[in-house]
C-alpha cells in the first residue's frame, strides 16, 4: 500500500530533551516536506527536500533539522525543544515538483507536546 | 504575512444543500490552487486543484471556482453529505515555487 508513515503518532517530552520525529515514503517520491499544524495559524511549511541530499527552509524553520540522506526517509530533528514546538506535525511527499506533480500526499500526523 | 486566507473558520449546511467554502489570496505569482480535506486524526488528503489558465474545475460533486482578478477561489460541494464534515485547506503554488501555501482552513459540517 502507498503510504506514508510517521513515528511516533504521539510524544510527551520536556524542554531541551532532542528527539527525531521519522518519516517514510515507499512511493518513491522525490519531494518530501514538513509541516506544522496550529489552531488559526493552518498549515505552515518547516523544511522541505527536492531530492536527496537537498533541502531548504520552509515558512517556520527555527529550532528544527532535517536530512535527506536516502530517497524514502526524511526525519524531523529537534535539538532543543521548547513548549512553542508542541504542535501537530505532518510529513508529506510527491513525485516531484514540477507543474505536474503538485498534489502531496501526507502522513497520519504526529502530536507533539513539549513541557 | 497571511497569503493565502479562508476568513471562515466554520460552516454548517444541511444534508443534501450546498456547501460553498472561501479561499483568498494576495500573491499575484500564485498559479496553482488545491483544496485539501482533512479529518481529525488524519493527514490532510487532497481533493482538487485548479490551474490559473482555468476559472473552473469540477470531479463529482466538488467544483472549484477560481476569479483571478479577485484573488478568490471557492470549492463547492453539491449535494452535501455528513461523511463530507471535516476541515478543508486551500493551498496555493508560486509558478517558479518550491512549496505549498495554505490557508487556515475550515472546518464543515454537514448535519443530517
Known amino acids: 500500500e502507498a503510504q506514508v508513515t510517521q513515528n511516533p503518532r504521539y510524544l510527551i517530552t520536556v524542554t531541551g530533551k532532542k528527539l527525531t520525529v521519522t518519516c517514510s515514503q515507499n512511493?518513491?517520491?522525490?519531494?518530501m516536506s514538513w509541516y506544522r499544524q496550529d489552531p488559526g495559524l493552518g498549515l505552515r511549511q518547516i523544511y522541505y527536500?527536492?531530492?536527496?541530499?537537498?533541502?531548504d527552509k520552509g515558512d517556520v524553520p527555527e529550532g528544527y533539522k532535517v536530512s535527506r540522506k536516502e530517497k524514502r526517509n526524511f526525519p524531523l530533528i529537534l535539538e532543543s525543544p521548547s513548549p512553542n514546538q508542541t504542535s501537530l506535525y505532518f510529513c508529506?511527499?510527491?513525485?516531484?515538483?514540477?507543474?505536474?506533480?503538485?498534489?502531496?500526499?501526507f502522513g497520519p500526523g504526529t502530536r507533539l507536546t513539549v513541557l | 504575512d497571511q497569503q493565502v486566507k479562508q476568513n471562515s473558520p466554520s460552516l454548517s449546511v444541511q444534508e443534501g444543500r450546498i456547501s460553498i467554502l472561501n479561499c483568498d489570496y494576495t500573491?499575484?505569482?500564485?498559479?496553482?490552487f488545491l483544496w485539501y480535506k482533512k479529518y481529525p486524526a488524519e493527514g490532510p488528503t487532497f481533493l482538487i486543484s485548479?490551474?490559473?489558465?482555468?476559472d473552473k474545475n469540477e470531479d463529482g460533486r466538488f467544483t472549484v471556482f477560481l476569479n483571478k482578478s479577485a484573488k478568490h477561489l471557492s470549492l463547492h460541494i453539491v449535494p452535501s453529505q455528513p461523511g463530507d464534515s471535516a476541515v478543508y485547506f486551500c493551498?496555493?503554488?508560486?509558478?517558479?515555487?518550491?512549496?505549498?501555501?495554505f490557508g487556515e482552513g475550515t472546518q464543515l459540517t454537514v448535519n443530517p
Open positions: 508529506a511527499s510527491s513525485l516531484s515538483w514540477s507543474r505536474s506533480y503538485n498534489e502531496q500526499f
Open positions: 512511493m518513491n517520491h522525490e519531494y
Open positions: 527536500s527536492m531530492n536527496v541530499e537537498v533541502t
Open positions: 500573491n499575484s505569482m500564485f498559479d496553482y
Open positions: 485548479i490551474s490559473s489558465i482555468k
Open positions: 493551498a496555493a503554488k508560486e509558478t517558479s515555487g518550491s512549496r505549498l501555501t
